[in-house]
């Protein structure tokens, strides 16, 4: 079965840290492009994070830069998010999401998944 399968989120306290993880099954990672992206309630889903299947970064959330990273471990053919100096208003659900044939910098863009995790929730609380 083609699939991505997210771990991690949860609550966390402003300020604080998580590590989100999407790993593939059924296919090669390093043959896609892939990003997280979140969607708060009442807002469209934004891409926050994606890297080129050649291990180009594109930055595409300036809310998130320098708070934020992703990095794939092709060995385990997962993608990672890891969340630090976390705020209230990074609260949404998180989505990881592969496609082939474009850039890192378009698959932020469009928001276009040849495959998407199911979803985590990251509430930022005190």
């Known amino acids: 079965q083609l699939q991505l399968v997210q771990s991690g989120g949860g609550l966390v306290q402003p300020g604080g840290s998580l590590r989100l993880s999407c790993a593939a099954s059924?296919?090669?990672?390093?043959?896609?492009?892939i990003g997280w992206f979140r969607q708060a309630p009442g807002k469209e889903r934004e891409g926050l994070l994606c890297i080129s299947s050649s291990g180009g970064n594109t930055n595409y959330a300036a809310s998130v830069k320098g708070r934020f990273t992703i990095s794939r471990d092709n060995a385990k053919n997962t993608v990672y998010l890891q969340m630090n100096s976390l705020k209230p208003e990074d609260t949404a659900v998180y989505y990881c999401?592969?496609?082939?044939?474009?850039?890192?910098?378009?698959?932020?863009?469009?928001?276009?998944?040849?495959?998407w995790g199911q979803g985590t929730q990251v509430t930022v609380s005190s």
């Open positions: 999401a592969a496609q082939q044939r474009t850039t890192g910098l378009d698959l932020c863009l469009t928001i276009r998944g040849d495959y």
């Open positions: 059924g296919f090669t990672l390093a043959d896609y492009a």
